[in-house]
T-cell receptor
């Protein structure tokens, strides 16, 4: 069965520092992988997705993620954190049969950015 | 394209009452999903519609929960005889055939007292 594990429920960085949020997946078939961001009391906004094209995926707001099959990982990075990046981040794997795709989410990582 | 909308944004109810939430997907999106998110957790899949047909229901969707999508447009999620454990954020998402990207609404936060 497909699953997602996000390592670290809380990550704290200084403004301008590298952001690294970790995600490992388990899938019996080639996965579709997603990163979403959630600001307080809001829905989820798609940051980026991997759909078996390029292994390095660029998303919005300067984020990118690299798909590594050998490590079953899809870690999210950003070279320089901004205060506005403080939010909760969710990694998800797509699970589908019959042509649709429900998402299986990790537990999330809360990112704090300090001045 | 106005995005996915949900109504109400917040709902406070007493245990035992019935509540109904509405989701309006992005126009022409034929796929609609409901998820539930409890505090400190990622969203969990509840149910899926393709057009008006409900094609999958999670075991999380007890018999107190019912969802509909008449005419394949908006959807409603009803919870009967609410319990305190139903307190959560209920998220709706939509997508279209041929893409695997789901777009989420702002959610309805339910508090059961």
């Amino acid at each position: 069965a497909q699953s997602v594990t996000q390592l670290g429920s809380h990550v704290s960085v200084s403004e301008g520092a590298l952001v690294l949020l970790r995600c490992n997946y388990s899938s019996s078939v080639p996965p579709y992988l997603f990163w979403y961001v959630q600001y307080p009391n809001q829905g989820l906004q798609l940051l980026l997705k991997y759909t078996s094209a390029a292994t390095l995926v660029k998303g919005i707001n300067g984020f990118e993620a690299e798909f590594k099959k050998s490590e079953t990982s899809f870690h999210l990075t950003k070279p320089s954190a901004h205060m506005s990046d403080a939010a909760e981040y969710f990694c998800a794997v797509s699970v589908g049969a019959g042509g649709y795709n429900k998402l299986i989410f990790g537990a999330g990582t809360r990112l704090a950015v300090h001045p | 394209d106005t995005g996915v909308s949900q109504d109400p944004r917040h709902k406070i109810t007493k245990r035992g009452q019935n509540v109904t939430f509405r989701c309006d997907p992005i126009s022409e999106h034929n796929r609609l999903y409901w998820y539930r998110q409890t505090l400190g957790q990622g969203p969990e899949f509840l149910t899926y519609f393709q057009n008006e047909a409900q094609l999958e229901k999670s075991r999380l969707l007890s018999d107190r929960f019912s969802a509909e999508r008449p005419k394949g447009s908006f959807s409603t999620l009803e919870i009967q005889r609410t319990e305190q454990g139903d307190s959560a954020m209920y998220l709706c998402a939509s997508s279209t055939t041929g893409t695997n990207t789901q777009y989420f609404g702002p959610g309805t936060r339910l508090t059961v007292l």
